[in-house]
């Protein structure tokens, strides 16, 4: 590999290691103490188009397909361990299910639970998008919606896991595709500056 090409590789690791979380304070959190020596492996620390990738159908999946489940990170982190993942990407990548962002992916995920699995009773699907995060109303909310899990848990887990897997793997081919062309790209813009200044040298000093 040649030292321009070197400098595109790394431009393009770059870019996703602002999304991954910092090692030590991943460690320090204790998360993942109980995944044990294991989190230690230095390959599960690296970044490249592969770890990145794999990070990404770890992360993007746990996130989505165990929304309703606490430990998310946990499982994107055994995940990443299994297949190879760059760790604190998988973990980050988790966030961004959050309780800002949950309702409308659970009214997506139910949705698409109730064309596969339909139920015989009505189910107010719009409970999920009118969740108000505040104190006053949080109790009355939450077990509203604690209620309405009991009677669709089977529609939702389908939901969750079919747009787990579908962002999941969706995103470990966009990743490999962006690193590519990333790499493409500047190594183009760099032969093209060389090019140039072959054609127009700068003038001798004075």
Not at 77 to 90: D, K
Not at 95 to 101: A, D, G, R, S
């Amino acid at each position: 590999m040649t030292a321009p090409l070197v400098t595109c590789w790394f431009m393009a690791r770059k870019i996703f290691r602002r999304i991954s979380i910092d090692r030590h304070k991943l460690i320090a959190s204790g998360n993942l103490s109980a995944l044990g020596d294991r989190i230690h492996d230095p390959n599960l620390w690296h970044l490249n188009r592969h770890s990145v990738a794999r990070a990404f159908l770890a992360g993007m999946f746990a996130g989505f397909a165990f929304i309703i489940f606490p430990g998310q990170m946990l499982v994107a982190a055994v995940i990443a361990i299994w297949i190879r993942g760059n760790l604190p990407i998988a973990c980050g990548l988790v966030w961004i299910t959050n309780p800002l962002t949950s309702p409308p992916i659970l009214y997506l995920a139910l949705k698409i639970g109730l064309w596969f699995i339909p139920m015989d009773h009505h189910v107010n699907l719009n409970a999920l998008l009118d969740f108000e995060w505040t104190k006053a109303s949080l109790v009355e909310e939450f077990n509203a919606f604690k209620d309405m899990l009991m009677q669709v848990w089977q529609p939702l887990l389908l939901g969750c896991m079919i747009i787990g897997t579908l962002l999941g793997f969706s995103s470990y081919f966009a990743v490999q595709g962006f690193w590519r062309w990333h790499v493409r790209r500047d190594w183009n813009r760099r032969q093209t500056k060389r090019i140039q200044q072959r054609q127009n040298p700068a003038p001798p000093a004075a």
